[in-house]
């Protein structure tokens, strides 16, 4: 798809003029919510989807004001190789859970950690989205943290797991406004690291 849809306006006093955009990577199982979150960041509304093929690619104004390139990486099986490919320079990662379907967490669990460790997402932070909080039997945030064990990550890998519902939008901006801030924390901390050099 790679559509290039109309940027929303910015309006919030998190704007940092001179920032450039940052470029954020979707991933996760297939069927977890990925392209709906986008859309939903997107249009501001629930965009039923079919599954992704390859990737779809928007530029998002979000309520910070920062402007964001968001890549959203299909995730069957035979796309998952891809996923590297696509976090080349990324600033944040966006890993999409389907909290209601617990018998993938395993799967969801090992695809996490092997992102994690690869030398493209070193230290990069990530956005755990726990998606479909809407639907009965959904894991909390909580259980979902615990299920991918992300107490196993590297110490210093910002991390931050989010409940959220592509359905109606809750809990997609206060996750966003945290990886934001794990960004700008990143980028403060390489900042102390050179100046000491």
Request: some cysteine.
């Amino acid at each position: 798809m790679g559509n290039q849809l109309s940027e929303r306006a910015p309006g919030s006093p998190y704007f940092l003029p001179g920032l450039q955009t940052l470029h954020i990577v979707v991933i996760g199982l297939d069927s977890a919510g990925k392209t709906s979150l986008l859309y939903r960041l997107k249009l501001s509304d629930f965009v039923d989807t079919i599954p992704t093929k390859g990737f779809n690619m928007e530029r998002v104004r979000l309520s910070g004001g920062c402007l964001y390139q968001v890549w959203d990486v299909g995730g069957q099986d035979k796309l998952r190789p891809l996923w590297k490919s696509y976090a080349r320079r990324m600033d944040g990662l966006v890993f999409v859970v389907d909290a209601a379907d617990l018998e993938r967490m395993e799967e969801a669990r090992a695809e996490l950690h092997r992102m994690a460790r690869s030398p493209e997402s070193q230290r990069v932070p990530i956005l755990l989205l726990a998606n479909k909080q809407d639907l009965p039997g959904a894991l909390t945030p909580a259980q979902v943290e615990k299920a991918l064990a992300l107490h196993e990550l590297s110490p210093s890998t910002l991390h931050h797991t989010q409940g959220c519902s592509a359905l109606d939008g809750v809990g997609l901006q206060p996750g966003l406004d945290m990886l934001h801030d794990m960004i700008l924390q990143r980028r403060r901390t390489q900042r102390q690291s050179r100046k000491k050099r």
